[in-house]
Nanobody, 126 residues
Framework: QVQLVESGGGLVQPGGSLRLSCAASGRTFNSARMGWFLGWFCQPSGKEREFVAAINWSGDRTLYADSVKGRFTISRDNAKNTVYLQMTSLKPEDTAVYFC???????????????WGQGTQVTVSS
C-alpha cells in the first residue's frame, strides 16, 4: 500500500510563492522507497496532466519540466517521508491541480506510475 497526501495549495498572486508538501506512507512505500522517485504533476482545468518535477531518494538527482526550471525547486525529507515543491515567481498559467506521484524514474516522468495523491489546487490570480 502507498498513501500520498498533498497539502499547501491555495490562492496566490502572480509573482508570489507557495510550497506544496506530499507525505508518503504505507508498507509498499517503506519497502520500495530507496529505489523510487517522488514527483509532481499538474493538471490545468480541461487539460491533461503534465510532468512538473521529480527527485530520487538521495536527492542528488532532480528533474524538471522546462516550464518550471529556475522557478520551482523539488526537495525531500526522508526522515519524514515527505517531498516538497517550492514554487516561486508564480504565473497565472501555473494554475492547476498538483498531484504527488511515486514510483520508478521512468514511470514517474512518464506519468504511468501507479501511486498518486488526491491533488491540491493551486490558483495564481490577482
Amino acid at each position: 500500500q502507498v498513501q500520498l497526501v498533498e497539502s499547501g495549495g491555495g490562492l496566490v498572486q502572480p509573482g508570489g510563492s507557495l510550497r506544496l508538501s506530499c507525505a508518503a506512507s504505507g508498507r509498499t512505500f517503506n519497502s520500495a522507497r530507496m529505489g523510487w522517485f517522488l514527483g509532481w504533476f499538474c493538471q490545468p482545468s480541461g487539460k491533461e496532466r503534465e510532468f512538473v518535477a521529480a527527485i530520487n531518494w538521495s536527492g542528488d538527482r532532480t528533474l524538471y519540466a522546462d516550464s518550471v526550471k529556475g522557478r520551482f525547486t523539488i526537495s525531500r525529507d526522508n526522515a519524514k517521508n515527505t517531498v516538497y515543491l517550492q514554487m516561486t515567481s508564480l504565473k497565472p498559467e501555473d494554475t492547476a491541480v498538483y498531484f504527488c506521484v511515486a514510483g520508478s524514474q521512468r514511470m514517474v516522468v512518464a506519468g504511468t506510475a501507479v501511486y498518486w495523491g488526491q491533488g491540491t489546487q493551486v490558483t495564481v490570480s490577482s
